[in-house]
C-alpha cells in the first residue's frame, strides 16, 4: 500500500529546500534630448541658407538684367591706339574711354542730365571738366541701338576742335551729376567748362596772357546729314585766365 501524504508533510518539504529572494529593478529611462533647441538651431541655418541663395540669386539677375542694357564697342583711333564705347539705355548715356602711353581720358555723355563730363589723367594728374551736353549732332543710345550697322573706323572729314573757357575754382557740390560721372569723379577736383566761340585758339595766349591747354582727341558717334551714324573725332581744348 501506498503511504498517505498530509499537507504538513508537503508544507514540510517545501519548506526545507533554500528560498532564493530576488529584488525587481526598474531599467532606466532614457535621457531627453532638447528636441526643440536642435530644431530652433536647424532651421536657423536653414533661414540664413535661403536668405545667402536669394542674394545671391538677386545679384545674378541684376547683374544680367544690366548687361542686357548695355551695348559695347571699340573705335580705332589709330594703328597702336583704340578706343572703348559703352552705351547704356537705360541710364540713357555714353562712356567713351582711350588709353594711351601718355593720358588716360574717360568722356561720359549723360542725356539725362545734358552734361558732358571730361575725365583726364596725365603724369601731373587728374582732373574732371564738366559742361552743358550740345545734342547737336550726337547720337543718343536709343539712335545707336535701333541701327544694326555700326561703324567702327574714324571718317577723317568729321574732326572738330572744340574750345572750353575753365572756371577758376572747382565745384564744391557736386551730386547734381549722373552717377557714372559722379563714381569717375570721385577725390579729384571739378571744374566747369564754358564753350567758346571761336573754333581756334591761335592768338589767344598771347593777346589775352592765358594759358591754352590742348587736350586729347577722342572719338564718338555723331550724326550725320540728320540720319548717318558716323565716329567723329573731337579734340578740345581749354583755357585758364
Not at 591706339?81 to 567713351?96: C, L, P, R, W
Not at 552743358?132 to 550726337?138: Q, V
Not at 536709343?142 to 555700326?150: D, F, M, Q
Request: with cysteine.
Amino acid at each position: 500500500m501506498k503511504p498517505e501524504l498530509t499537507m504538513a508533510d508537503v508544507k514540510g518539504s517545501i519548506s526545507d529546500g533554500p528560498v532564493v529572494l530576488t529584488q525587481m529593478t526598474t531599467a532606466p529611462e532614457p535621457r531627453k534630448r532638447n528636441t526643440k533647441k536642435y530644431l530652433i538651431i536647424g532651421g536657423s541655418a536653414v533661414l540664413v541658407i535661403a536668405i545667402l541663395l536669394t542674394a545671391i540669386l538677386v545679384g545674378m539677375y541684376l547683374f544680367t538684367e544690366g548687361q542686357k542694357n548695355l551695348l559695347k564697342y571699340t573705335m580705332n583711333v589709330d594703328k597702336n591706339t583704340k578706343q572703348d564705347a559703352t552705351v547704356d539705355e537705360k541710364d540713357n548715356s555714353i562712356e567713351y574711354h582711350s588709353v594711351t602711353k601718355d593720358y588716360e581720358l574717360w568722356v561720359i555723355d549723360d542725356f539725362n542730365k545734358d552734361i558732358q563730363t571730361m575725365k583726364v589723367k596725365t603724369g601731373s594728374g587728374t582732373n574732371c571738366y564738366i559742361g552743358p551736353l550740345n545734342r547737336t549732332s550726337l547720337a543718343d543710345p536709343a539712335t545707336i541701338k535701333a541701327l544694326s550697322n555700326i561703324p567702327t573706323d574714324v571718317n577723317s572729314n568729321y574732326t572738330s576742335r572744340l574750345g572750353y573757357d575753365v572756371s577758376g575754382t572747382p565745384v564744391t557740390d557736386s551730386s547734381f551729376l549722373g552717377k557714372k560721372a559722379r563714381d569717375a569723379c570721385k577725390g579729384t577736383s571739378v571744374y566747369w567748362l564754358y564753350p567758346r566761340c571761336e573754333d581756334k585758339s591761335d592768338g589767344l595766349q598771347r593777346s589775352k596772357r592765358c594759358r591754352i591747354v590742348y587736350h586729347p582727341c577722342y572719338l564718338r558717334y555723331c550724326i550725320v546729314n540728320g540720319r548717318y551714324l558716323r565716329v567723329c573725332r573731337v579734340c578740345p581744348w581749354t583755357r585758364y585766365c
